[in-house]
């Protein structure tokens, strides 16, 4: 009898044994003075190029762009992003274009900054485009998922802001929902909708466009201090909060009918705020807590109790911010399915979240088609109503490597204009003959290496 109830009692799980493991101290960033601002969001932002964090800045606010590559000590004369006049609380790289990031600052203006491949060599004082619309300070950034150059922004007035970032133009105004302060906001996967918590106690699910409530709930934890949510799969909401007794919640929630949680756990009485990131292609939410020094995490799935705790990477050190790469960025030959570059006082460091494995063959079972760096809809067509579906690419041939020139020459103008993409093919055009050149240059020096070679060996 006792076999039978112990095989009910463990889950079957491919996600089981997820552990998590921090780099090697040479694989961290030393010596960055990570900001002190006291502020919920997470301070750091990473794609497959590059790595950001907000850092101490004196008079105005900075943050530090680093290629992925340039591990180690990080020099004090290390150039950065300095164009704000007041601490930058909230930055975000671009889905669809790696070397576009966006800033928000308590001076109440976005920023929206162009990174040269390689990195900084100078520091950057002027953004490509600056969104002014907030009347305090703005906490809150997130980019459209599907949409190019669409973004979000929510301000300490209780704002929610939706940008065309092409033309430097605030399209949706969303003024006369929240009460009181926004805690968080971000899009569900293809950005049909919004989620936001607020300081008073309510979850509200947005129509963009209109700037109107689907569906809403009051109380979703009792406590007084910050919610956050996001959108799990299936439309369902996850939410992190406290009870009145101050202990940390997770909560799951079906908007359809937003009575009851779905399901409610209490964790533990620390009072970091914890931070949800939501792995749609596992079905694993990680909740980092700030100021904590672990990671815990779940699988979501669609039988009770729905959030299944699986295990929690502990270390000593307490973290200040976390930034997540993106699925394209990870080595998939690793098995490794999820990474954070986990925010020190004074360094940044990955720490990779690995399933075990035996086999070196491409894991299908892990890695189903994700989201891809390409939009779908541009700007001008999403704010008229055209709705955009992911793009899905493989990740089977390790996809993080291929960038694609042309993309970067199609945005610098689009940014600048409202024009939608011009023709990809001239860019294309352009870079095959780039590339010929190139391998003309490589042949000619190889010939020439040759020679020299057969010259020496004839002379010995």
């Not at 129509?207 to 007084?224: L, M, N, Q």
């Not at 931070?275 to 694993?284: A, E």
Request: hydrophobic share 35%.
């Amino acid at each position: 009898m006792e076999v039978t109830m112990s095989r009910k009692v463990v889950r079957a799980s491919k996600f089981r044994h997820v552990f998590g493991q921090g780099v090697k101290a040479d694989q961290c960033y030393d010596d960055i003075r990570i900001s002190q601002m006291t502020w919920d969001s997470n301070f750091c932002s990473v794609n497959p190029k590059f790595v950001a964090m907000i850092v101490d800045a004196s008079g105005g606010g900075a943050f530090l762009v680093l290629p992925l590559n340039k591990t180690g000590r990080i020099d004090m004369s290390q150039p950065t992003v300095c164009g704000h006049t007041g601490p930058v609380l909230d930055i975000e790289f671009c889905p669809h274009n790696d070397n576009i990031i966006a800033s928000g600052s308590e001076d109440c203006s976005v920023m929206i900054w162009e990174i040269p491949e390689g990195g900084l060599v100078t520091p950057l004082n002027d953004p490509v485009v600056k969104l002014e619309g907030h009347s305090k300070r703005v906490g809150i950034l997130s980019w459209h998922p599907t949409a190019h150059n669409v973004l979000m922004s929510a301000g300490c007035d209780n704002v929610v802001i939706l940008w065309n970032v092409a033309c430097g133009e605030a399209m949706v105004r969303i003024d006369s929902v929240h009460p009181d302060l926004i805690y968080s906001a971000c899009w569900n996967r293809d950005g049909s909708q919004i989620l936001t918590s607020c300081k008073d106690k309510t979850i509200r699910v947005l129509d963009p466009r209109k700037g109107t409530v689907i569906a809403e709930k009051e109380k979703t934890h009792e406590g007084s201090r910050p919610v956050k949510a996001v959108f799990v799969s299936e439309g369902k909401i996850l939410s992190t909060g406290f009870s009145r007794m101050s202990e940390r919640q997770v909560a799951l929630w079906d908007p359809k009918s937003f009575g009851e949680p779905l399901t409610l756990q209490e964790l533990d009485t620390s009072s970091g705020v914890l931070l949800p990131f939501f792995d749609p292609d596992t079905g694993i939410v990680y909740l980092c807590g700030k100021g904590d020094s672990s990671i815990r995490y779940f699988e979501v799935t669609d039988e009770a109790p729905y959030v299944h705790y699986l295990s929690m990477y502990s270390s000593k050190e307490s973290q200040k911010g976390m930034g997540y790469m993106p699925k394209r960025g990870l080595e998939v030959n690793k098995c490794e399915i999820a990474r954070f570059y986990k925010l020190h006082e004074r360094k940044c460091e990955p720490i990779v979240m690995t399933v075990p494995r035996k086999s070196d063959l491409f894991q299908e079972d892990l890695y189903p088609d994700t989201m891809g760096p390409e939009p779908s809809v541009e700007a001008n067509e999403w704010f008229e109503g055209k709705e955009g579906q992911p793009i899905l690419i493989s990740l089977k041939d390790g996809f993080a490597t291929t960038t694609k020139s042309k993309e970067f020459k199609v945005h610098k103008s689009l940014l600048k204009t409202t024009s939608t993409a011009m023709g990809h093919q001239h860019g294309n055009t352009g870079e095959v003959h780039a590339l010929q050149k190139e391998v003309k240059a490589l042949k000619e020096t190889v010939e020439e290496l040759t020679k020299r070679v057969s010259k020496l060996e004839s002379k010995n």
